[in-house]
């Protein structure tokens, strides 16, 4: 069973091996495609942040109770519940909090309230300074371009240039499976890719189909509610800390 929601403090030795595996296939040259969300981000700090601004400025102040392990995937109602409202509560601000969520969580302004996970920029960086070509290939649209650049900056990852990459989506209807199948096609003339990391199962199962010698590695935090899973046979991280990581007043959570 392919476990689910955040564990970024999580470690394992399975886990070592496959940053390791991640760090020494790429050679010189070679691509590596990432996802930003859900992958090299920790989007519920973002999630939080616009929760927060609703319990504001709809004086809703119950939702200042939610905070950041009550997302444990994509059901809003579930977040909430999980933070203690109960169901009627929900029922009464689910719609109007939509409309304030979507209006606000796709947008370039608030992509930069996100957080990296532990050890991606060390991870990130190190291929980077080994020569091997830097892609994120994220399902955020063009509108969001330069705030994920912006974010990619204040979080210590390269930045596009002629090292590092930023694919995102021309268009917001597109959905994110078409746009990640098209641009693989792009990404295969930039070089060629070795290791893919995301964390959407149909996403990884396409990568794992279409570059059989590449390393696709799915990564459990959260994911869309489509019912995929991933390939059994991808290897499965939780995050990009080590066993011999010192992370010292959190508590650790054995990866798969
Ligand atoms: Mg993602």
Request: proline content about 9%.
């Amino acid at each position: 069973m392919t476990p689910q929601g955040y564990a970024p403090y999580a470690t394992s030795p399975a886990q070592d091996a496959v940053l390791d595996a991640i760090e020494s296939r790429p050679r010189p040259g070679d691509q590596v495609v990432l996802d930003l969300d859900g992958c090299l981000f920790d989007n519920r700090w973002r999630q939080v942040q616009i929760l927060h601004e609703y319990a504001g400025e709809r004086d809703c102040l119950e939702l200042y109770a939610v905070q950041a392990e009550h997302f444990v995937d994509w059901n809003l109602d579930r977040t909430l519940a999980n933070a203690g409202l109960p169901p009627k509560r929900i029922a009464q601000i689910h719609d109007d909090l939509r409309r304030f969520w979507a209006e606000r969580f796709f947008s370039g302004d608030y992509v930069c309230l996100d957080r990296p996970m532990p050890g991606a920029v060390r991870l990130v960086r190190r291929l980077a300074d080994a020569g091997v070509g830097i892609v994120y290939l994220t399902g955020r649209d063009h509108r969001m371009h330069d705030g994920s650049v912006l974010s990619l900056r204040r979080a210590g990852f390269p930045t596009p240039s002629s090292r590092a990459t930023l694919m995102t989506k021309p268009s917001a209807t597109l959905s994110d499976e078409a746009w990640k199948a098209r641009a693989l096609e792009r990404i295969k003339r930039f070089g060629r890719a070795v290791v893919s990391i995301d964390n959407e199962p149909s996403n990884v199962n396409r990568f794992h189909r279409e570059l059989p010698d590449a390393l696709v590695v799915f990564v459990a935090t959260d994911h869309s509610p489509l019912p995929v899973r991933p390939d059994p046979d991808l290897p499965v991280i939780r995050g990009f800390l080590r066993t011999d990581d010192p992370v010292p007043g959190i508590q650790r959570h054995p990866a798969p």
